[in-house]
């Protein structure tokens, strides 16, 4: 029978048949935790780091025998063998061969202690210890209990070591952070709670690998694989999505979010994963790239490996890898699907720091782990890990999926105008569009840090060109874009294509460029001016088609806002200005969640030359405040006030203001705004009883039918009770 404490486990064992009788066991928990990191953690159960010592008590009902022999038996997964590494038999004071061992120190009367050590490659997951008592002829075993071995990434000889603390308080401790969204000239700040060390999200964590399709094939190799930070982040990566193995989140880019959850209304892992745990492994409804992302953070973190979120904006999702991406308007500036490659204004995948014993040290380090579903790998909707320096150097051969994430950084955008199914025009080429302000958390601020330059060498650079070039011969791309065996001479004549492909289109006789008259703010007009200059000392007449689109984040559209037709005439290096709005009343109906409009101008001579000019626009939300009225303490209710605005010229009705936050709110908190009159202010305030001590993330969240969510949040310093 099984005694909590919050200090200690107690554990009543039989002891009939017992030479040595043991009355209880005590683990030690609040010292093991404290010594292993793992004090956050929401659980009463003996939460462990692996490659580091911890200490049990046994309190004894009799003295023990001068010739009884102590063996200790380490177990995990379903059918426990020291041949697959998980299960460890080890003598008192002797090391086993599996490189656990365990010895006595000294204790009171009718007490005994020892100290466990678990080796630092030992596989991850739920133990059973048992001790084995040899006692004359008498032989006999107990369960001492169960405890759950993380990574650690404070050993210096485990695969996940990181040798700054600062790093490790982040990237494995800090439980809320930021996801970086928006364009790549509007980048805003989303908070997001990761929640790692709520109550039932390690038993989560550790359910999702049993779970897993390799589980389910070979649970014996699967678990005995759980030592390897490579295997075991590649398996989560399969399994944050839901697309072959019933994972945990089902993702969703088109149409209504009618049978589940926008993905724009999650604000948290943890709803999420105990949604999918507690609705019997059933996958939540729905998610998008953020979405994956901050899922996955939480679920290495909470299994110890340093984990972090990145935004690439610009990200290609080149579908046949040959570096390039194609894109095709027609004369109207309407983008046409001649091909399944695509840019999105921004992506979001995780980045894990650990060793590849694989590859080899030059690839150490942080490791690029996507789970979003785009492509297969291996037969299966997962990716990675990919070393950011194979990423760095073209090494696109490597393993896991480096191919797919080198073109995400450093495809070429080459645009064409698509006059008929017999004529195109290139019109565009760029070397230096995808892979923009790589993004992702400072360390102890919310602040953004570039590091791109973690993934490749600076745009336009000798050196970045070299690279590239590096990239296609490995691919062995031909102008079919498809990959094949092909001899040098022809794998040459492919880069030079590629080269030929990425050269300027022919020089521009006017250029042009449309700027925002006034920051676009939902339900209020939007201005703009197409400013053109003719580069030429020749008369220009120049016919202009304008057209603006809702569209996705993925930037794919999805309804047509405005079509305009323009005619300008042009001195030698003249330059003019057209003016024009979108309205309101254009595009309320049109705009989805996502908040962005695509304008796009098509300038053409009758010379025969043309310009595509485009701008994407992001509609931003009116501010949301809040405040907290008071001094927040551990255990001590305090109040929070919310402000925010209703940025309509019209009534809205039935909104729900949301709150969440690690160590604030143990539930989410959900309260209902009956209505507001047109461009009201509404104020709400509730009560929070903070539970953990440090800097907390408050999140508020305004959910409304009427207009995309309207987000806010505030970082809290708790004090201890």
């Not at 692996?50 to 200490?55: H, L, P, W, Y």
């Not at 703010?521 to 057209?547: H, P, Y």
């Amino acid at each position: 029978m099984y005694k909590f404490e919050e200090t200690m486990f107690l554990i009543n064992l039989p002891c009939v048949f017992l030479a040595l009788k043991i009355a209880n066991v005590n683990w030690q928990s609040k010292l093991n935790k404290a010594a292993h990191h793992t004090s956050d953690y929401s659980s009463t159960e003996a939460i462990l780091r692996r490659g580091q010592a911890f200490n049990i008590t046994l309190h004894l009902q009799t003295m023990v025998q001068s010739g009884d022999n102590f063996t200790f038996i380490a177990s995990t997964g379903p059918s426990p063998a020291e041949s697959q590494r998980t299960k460890a038999v080890f003598n008192l004071s002797e090391e086993g061969a599996s490189g656990w061992s365990a010895t006595q120190e000294p204790s009171e009367p009718g007490c005994m202690n020892f100290t466990i050590f678990s080796p630092a490659n030992a596989v991850i997951g739920r133990y059973k210890l048992k001790l084995q008592i040899v006692s004359g002829n008498k032989v006999s075993s107990t369960l001492l209990g169960q405890f759950v071995l993380l990574f650690n990434p404070w050993c210096p000889n485990d695969d996940v070591y990181m040798a700054n603390e600062k790093e490790r308080q982040e990237y494995v401790l800090n439980d809320s952070g930021i996801i970086f969204q928006g364009l790549e000239k509007y980048i805003q700040q989303e908070a997001w709670n990761y929640g790692q060390f709520e109550e039932d999200i390690l038993d989560i964590s550790l359910a999702i690998l049993d779970r897993s399709l390799n589980h389910r094939q070979d649970p014996v190799a699967d678990v005995s694989n759980r030592n390897n930070p490579i295997y075991v982040s590649r398996v989560i990566s399969a399994m944050v999505n839901s697309n072959d193995e019933k994972g945990v989140v089902e993702g969703k880019w088109n149409g209504k979010y009618c049978s589940g959850t926008n993905p724009l209304q999650w604000s948290g892992s943890v709803t999420i994963l105990r949604k999918w745990y507690r609705g019997r492994y059933k996958p939540v409804r729905y998610g998008q790239c953020w979405v994956f992302a901050g899922v996955m953070c939480t679920v290495l973190r909470s299994l110890g490996i340093p984990t972090r979120v990145i935004t690439n904006f610009n990200s290609a999702h080149d579908r046949n890898i040959n570096l390039s991406i194609d894109k095709y308007v027609d004369i109207s500036g309407k983008t046409l699907h001649l091909t399944e490659d695509s840019v999105w204004n921004f992506h979001v995948w995780n980045e894990s720091w650990f060793i590849r014993r694989d590859l080899g040290s030059f690839y150490d380090g942080w490791q690029v782990l996507d789970a979003t579903p785009q492509e297969r790998s291996k037969g299966i909707y997962q990716c990675g890990p990919a070393s950011t320096r194979a990423i760095k150097e073209g090494d696109v051969n490597l393993d896991y999926d480096s191919s797919f994430l080198f073109a995400a950084v450093n495809a070429d955008y080459v645009t064409w105008i698509h006059y008929s199914n017999k004529r195109k025009e290139r019109i565009y080429s760029d070397t230096r569009k995808i892979g923009r302000f790589i993004s992702t958390k400072a360390v102890g601020t919310n602040s953004r840090v570039d590091v791109t330059a973690n993934y490749k060498y600076p745009e336009g650079s000798l050196k970045e060109r070299r690279v590239y070039k590096k990239a296609l011969k490995l691919l062995a791309v031909r102008s079919t874009g498809k990959r094949t065996k092909i001899t040098r001479r022809r794998r040459r004549s492919s880069v030079a294509w590629r080269q030929n492909m990425t050269q300027p289109a022919q020089n521009p006789s006017i250029s042009g460029k449309l700027i925002l008259d006034a920051s676009p703010v939902i339900g209020q007009d939007i201005l703009l001016t197409l400013a053109l200059r003719n580069l030429t000392s020749d008369f220009k007449n120049i016919k202009v088609k304008l057209r603006a689109s809702a569209i996705l984040y993925t930037r794919k559209p999805k309804a047509e806002i405005l079509q305009l037709s323009r005619s300008v005439k042009l001195g030698s290096e003249e330059v003019k200005e057209i003016s024009f709005k979108i309205s309101y009343s254009q595009y309320k109906n049109s705009l989805v969640d996502d908040r962005k409009i695509l304008v796009t101008a098509v300038c053409e001579t009758k010379q025969g030359a043309s310009l595509l000019v485009e701008k994407d626009i992001v509609l931003q939300d009116p501010f949301l405040t809040i405040k907290v009225l008071g001094p927040t303490v551990v255990h001590k209710a305090v109040n929070v006030q919310v402000t925010f605005t209703n940025p309509l010229s019209e009534v809205v009705t039935d909104c729900v203001l949301r709150a969440e936050g690690s160590g604030l709110i143990k539930d989410q908190l959900r309260i209902n705004v009956a209505r507001m009159a047109p461009m009201e202010s509404s104020t709400v305030q509730f009560e929070i009883i903070p539970y953990k001590s440090g800097t907390r993330q408050l999140q508020v969240d305004l959910v409304c039918i009427h207009f995309s969510d309207i987000k806010g949040f505030v970082m809290l310093d708790v004090a201890p009770a």
